[in-house]
């Protein structure tokens, strides 16, 4: 089945640094990738929508200079977190749409846990 | 996408049947019934989908009322790594550019 990796898994860094999570859909072309992000005890929430070759469209309320995305490729997205705070420490996840539309509307990574101190 | 009412939180014991419903009283005739869940620290996981036939397969069963208004997913002998938090969606199939939105869904406690 098609199969979508993130990576890192979980890192730890220094309040002010920036950090970059990668996702990869690795048997399929993903068109559209996109990125959640999750608070302990909370749902996932949708912080952007991004297509390949195009700029993201951000959700309401996610600054777009904060949290950078790149879709270079049918394969990969990267999210990076910008001067990073431990206000940004959350569950990152990402979660591609197959070019051939299938059973699944989206397959869903494994996550990132970002911790900030 | 129409608006999904789950309860928060359902108990079942090991080896028996859960039995997880979702209300969608304002489904419209394309949109399809999703159900993925979570399970703690990882990435939704796909389950199962329908439209109006009640589905089956290996993980679960996905019984659709016939007027559409609400559905039951069910788990038909829960094992202890089936404890997670279980999503209904309601949504357009293969609707381009558009991610699935999670509500709080059904925490599902099994326990021996």
């Known amino acids: 089945g098609a199969v979508v990796s993130q990576h890192p898994s979980r890192v730890i860094c220094k309040s002010g640094t920036s950090v970059k999570i990668e996702c990869r859909s690795l048997?399929?072309?993903?068109?559209?990738m996109f990125w959640y992000r999750q608070f302990p005890k909370q749902s996932l929430m949708l912080m952007a929508t991004?297509?390949?070759?195009?700029?993201?469209?951000?959700e309401q309320g996610v600054e777009k200079d904060k949290f950078l995305i790149n879709h270079a490729s049918l394969t990969l997205s990267t999210l990076t977190v910008t001067s990073a705070h431990p206000e940004d420490s959350s569950f990152y996840i990402c979660?591609?749409?197959?070019?051939?539309?299938?059973?699944?509307?989206?397959?869903f990574g494994d996550g990132t846990r970002l911790s900030i101190l | 996408d129409a608006k999904t009412t789950q309860p928060p939180s359902m108990d079942c014991a090991e080896g028996r049947a859960a039995n997880l419903p979702c209300n969608h009283s304002?489904?419209?005739?394309?949109?399809?019934v999703y159900w993925y869940r979570q399970i703690h620290s990882q990435g939704p996981q796909y389950i199962i989908h329908?439209?109006?036939n009640n589905e089956t397969n290996e993980m679960a069963s996905l019984i659709i009322t016939e007027d559409r208004k609400s559905s039951t997913l069910i788990l038909p002998h829960a094992t202890l790594r089936d404890t997670a938090v279980y999503y209904c969606?309601?949504?357009?199939?293969?609707?381009?550019?558009?991610?699935?939105?999670f509500g709080k869904g059904t925490t599902l406690s099994v326990s021996s």
């Open positions: 979660s591609a749409r197959d070019k051939i539309p299938g059973r699944q509307p989206q397959h």
């Open positions: 048997d399929f072309q993903a068109t559209t």
């Open positions: 991004s297509n390949e070759g195009s700029k993201a469209t951000y």
């Open positions: 304002t489904i419209s005739g394309n949109e399809y």
């Open positions: 329908g439209l109006k």
């Open positions: 969606i309601v949504r357009v199939a293969n609707q381009a550019g558009t991610a699935l939105i």
